[in-house]
């Protein structure tokens, strides 16, 4: 079984930063496994492909050393486990309530005596019945990893509740749809964000957990890891090929190529 990069680093309290990959082409997922990253942040949530590609572009992460965080959608509690058992280190779950749904999230994700997960083992990440039944159920509790997302006021709200929920690791800011929701869209300055941020970190410290959010450069990462933060992500493949197409336009503008927009 993998060690997790990430729970490793989370628990020197060393700083980790994931990119996010949403092309489905396992050559992106090998190409940022092996330069490196801690993490790649896998969206279920947001992009239809199913199960059985995310298994496939995990397998060629696994040629570097990047863990994969998988995101499913809100309720998706029986995508938990087989995610896990494709090989992924890490859940992200979305549009976390209260403690109660936190709750849920680790007993679909972790073998008992703290979670009711089902065992398997026929899966990469044990992997393939290669381990004792014993260690494997040990190991894949201590390897993984949970995100809780908090995307809106009332979850920023019960923050302190959910950290405290043993198998909690990381509390994960969702600034875009808080912003959303709370009818100041795109609005990341304004104060009722950072007044959750403050809480979430607030919440992280006093439950002892990890907290972190999306990142856009590295003058707000200097900013969020002066506030405690240890889980951040920046970038996604989708937008590196945007910008450098922009890029191309801006450069080849002048000369006279026109283009279609």
């Not at 990047?66 to 896990?84: C, V």
């Not at 993984?144 to 950290?163: C, G, H, Y």
């Amino acid at each position: 079984m993998r060690t997790s990069r990430i729970k490793a680093k989370l628990k020197r309290n060393e700083p980790v930063l994931l990119t996010t990959l949403h092309f489905t082409d396992p050559s992106v997922f090998e190409l940022t496994s092996q330069m490196g990253f801690d993490g790649i942040w896998m969206d279920l949530e947001h992009h239809g492909y199913s199960v059985e590609t995310a298994s496939n572009l995990m397998r060629a992460a696994r040629v570097g050393s990047a863990d994969i965080l998988a995101r499913p959608a809100k309720g998706e509690f029986m995508r938990l486990g087989r995610l896990l058992e494709a090989g992924a280190q890490g859940i992200m779950y979305p549009r976390c309530a209260d403690a109660r749904e936190a709750r849920e999230v680790v007993a679909w994700s972790k073998f008992a005596p703290l979670g009711r997960r089902g065992f398997d083992g026929g899966n990469p990440d044990m992997p393939y019945c290669t381990l004792p039944m014993a260690e494997y159920i040990q190991r894949a509790n201590e390897e993984s990893f949970l995100v809780i997302q908090l995307e809106d006021r009332e979850a920023v709200a019960n923050a302190k509740a959910i950290a405290e929920v043993e198998g909690v690791d990381v509390l994960f800011f969702g600034p875009a749809d808080f912003t959303v929701l709370g009818g100041i869209p795109g609005q990341f300055d304004h104060p009722l964000v950072q007044e959750a941020i403050r809480q979430i970190a607030d919440a992280a410290r006093q439950a002892g957990k990890q907290w972190g959010m999306p990142t856009p450069s590295p003058e707000r990462t200097e900013q969020l890891l002066e506030l405690g933060a240890r889980f951040l992500c920046h970038g996604a493949d989708l937008l590196l090929v945007k910008h450098g197409l922009e890029e191309m336009q801006r450069q080849f503008t002048p000369l006279g190529f026109t283009f279609n927009r």
